[in-house]
DNA sequence: ATATATACATACATTCTTGTTTGTATATAA
DNA sequence: TTATATACAAACAAGAATGTATGTATATAT
């Protein structure tokens, strides 16, 4: 078989990038060789260098495919919800990036590699300044739900809604990067829920 | 020259690691040659084949060289200081570990490469096993810190001291990563004790 | 004083990897 | 219906990188 139609072409480029992150994920982005990730996806080297350039641009390809759909959602998750107040809407919205995690084994894997299987240096060091961008955007997001919490007097102290939300985006960091090492779960992701819920109590007035 | 004395044998080895701890952080440790490290030492690789088994033993060598102080002094840490209280010795503590990052190259470099600069699979997979046991000792010493700030009647919240150190180290853990890759400073570095004022300041009763 | 182990340097063989090139069957457009 | 671009497979060439084997000058022990 060689020339497919555009559909199995459009399979077999999800395929690479399936069959990449599976690779990824237990050899490490760097040892991967393009060998690798097409014995994986049953295609050869060929295939791979007909859609993509090279190794790196398979990476931001999976990134891609787990972060477009991610941003989506994080617009809506403070925003809408309007029966709860704002704490439990920050609650509840990093809960659901835990129950995603738990749920969606592309998003899990793709973390993982992200966190512990890839090396931040040449092609991937501006990987580095997206990340923190995200991170700036998620704190955006927590300053809001902070703000409104004041304006409706629940929180227990008087810090402002930008140290808050900067102490939950902290924690929040700390918690998923603890959660991808904790592969046995002993640790963190059995309790990843009620340590956010106490994070949660803690500010808020009782 | 050929063969050196004790003396000249430990100073070479020495250097190796420093050398491989330089080009880990610019390269990453998985494309990191034994090639480029030797050069960057001044040997061959013969020399290093001398005193290493092979790259995995190097990179753990330079985490003994940071690793061993570090924890020594963490024991003194939380347990000296008998005039400050609780709550002021956790954050003069986690305030320390900052400084040190700030000073010390040999630390900050190693932090660096630890986190973004390594893959843990195979042999460095075990590595992540161990950052768990540290960070199992530091939740310890946080308990301890915050049962007895409980004991002086000094918290604001009635978290358990287990909850309030678990979100400590969580927060610091996160705290950690972004300091790590925020290069520039702008957003964690230069906050970085300010953030750990507010986290502490959000638990003290006023 | 001499033997031996030490602390490397040098050379070699083998095994990956990569990028590119070439070949080719077939979907698709004209 | 035929020409062309597509979607790969297969072969090729060149350069790394590793581990080992060998050589060797000299501390050091006896």
Same mark, same amino acid.
């Given at each position: 078989m060689v020339r497919k139609s555009k559909e199995d072409a459009e399979l077999t480029r999800k395929r690479i990038i399936t069959a990449a992150r599976e690779v990824f994920l237990s050899r490490g982005v760097s040892r991967t060789t393009l060998e690798h990730i097409a014995t994986q996806a049953n295609v050869t080297r060929g295939a791979i260098y007909w859609h993509f350039k090279n190794k790196t641009e398979i990476f931001h390809a999976i990134r891609e495919q787990v972060l477009l759909p991610l941003i989506d959602r994080m617009d809506d998750s403070l925003t809408l919800?309007?029966?709860?107040d704002p704490l439990t809407q920050i609650k509840k919205s990093l809960c659901q990036t835990i129950d995603d995690l738990n749920d969606n084994i592309e998003m899990r894997e793709t973390y993982e590699i992200i966190m512990i299987?890839?090396?931040?240096?040449? !092609?991937? #060091?501006?990987v580095l300044q997206q990340i923190l961008e995200n991170c700036s955007s998620i704190l955006d997001k927590l300053v809001l739900g902070y703000q409104r919490a004041q304006a409706q007097n629940l929180?227990?102290?008087?810090?402002s809604p930008l140290a808050l939300a900067q102490d939950t985006h902290l924690f929040f960091s700390g918690l998923l990067h603890m959660w991808v090492k904790?592969? !046995?779960? #002993?640790?963190f992701r059995n309790q990843a829920k009620s340590l956010i819920e106490s994070h949660i109590n803690l500010r808020r007035k009782h």
């Open positions: 919800d309007g029966n709860d299987k890839c090396e931040y240096v040449e !092609d991937f #060091s501006e929180l227990a102290c008087t810090l904790d592969a !046995d779960g #002993s640790r």
